[in-house]
């Protein structure tokens, strides 16, 4: 019986949902969040044009006030609007911008389309994003459908279901419907595998500084210039000695009468 109730619940929100997408879709409409309050139910309205969607003097506020009161039977709804501070984080906005798009110029030009709207969601901040137009008014020969992604995207896991921005809309055409699907990881995200390291707090004084130098120069630099000094000391060439002149050689020759006699002889001879 409770499921039931759930169900119901969630059925008329979707319809409330699809109304007022019916009735706002061009004027920066992303979607709707309903609460329950004591006093009625809560309508907020998320859209990056809120002067259009209040109107003048508020007429679109009052018109949709007393057609949510006849359609859907709420008692005191309370309508407010919620300006979009980045439309291009916004997953569904994206989406009806690029539907707005098809549905006007046609989809013969969809890949500019897509590559252009990627760019702009990575200049805007996006750590990654990714759509994919597909359906039968694509014009293609072979798939159905394009992916255009670009940066880093979580595909699985909790941050892929919790954290990351999707969006769908459909355009429908003369050559058939196009489905829009976006997906944002938006830059305020904090990833589980993202480390950061904290900086050194400790205030150093110039003094210090100064003393851990000196030491340095006197442990390392000192040493090195005497053992630099003493080998060059010891590369030094040893003076050379004097050249003696030739000296004669003196042989003792015997005679055949058995007399020593003394020749002197040159060294080379």
Known sequence: MIERQIVAQKVRQFHIQEYIESKLGKAG???????????????????????????????????????????????????????????????????????????????????????????????????????????????????????????????????????????????????????IKVSILTPDIQLPDRILFKPDTHDISEEKIQEVKEKIIEKVIEPEKVLSEESKEGKKEKPKKAKEGKKHVVRNVRKKDGNHKEERTKPNE
């Not at 409409?29 to 006093?39: C, E, G, K």
């Not at 969607?53 to 009052?62: D, F, L, S, T």
């Not at 702009?120 to 394009?146: C, D, F, K, Q």
């Open 29 to 179: 409409y992303s979607h709707t969040d309903i609460q329950r309050t004591p006093l009625g139910e809560k309508v907020v309205i998320f859209t990056s044009h809120p002067g259009l969607v209040v109107g003048r003097k508020g007429e679109n506020i009052k018109e949709l006030t007393e057609e949510l009161k006849k359609n859907f039977n709420m008692e005191n709804p309370q309508i407010e609007v919620a300006e979009i501070e980045n439309p291009l984080f916004d997953a569904p906005l994206v989406a009806k911008i690029i539907v707005n798009s098809l549905e006007r110029f046609g989809p013969k030009r969809f890949k500019s389309l897509g590559y252009k709207t990627l760019e702009n969601i990575l200049n805007a901040g996006a750590m990654g994003a990714e759509i994919v137009i597909g359906g039968r008014g694509v014009p293609s020969s072979r798939a159905r459908s394009w992916r255009f992604a670009a940066g880093y995207l979580k595909k699985s896991g909790d941050v892929a279901v919790t954290q990351v921005r999707k969006g769908y809309a459909v355009a429908y055409l003369k050559s058939g419907a196009v489905g």
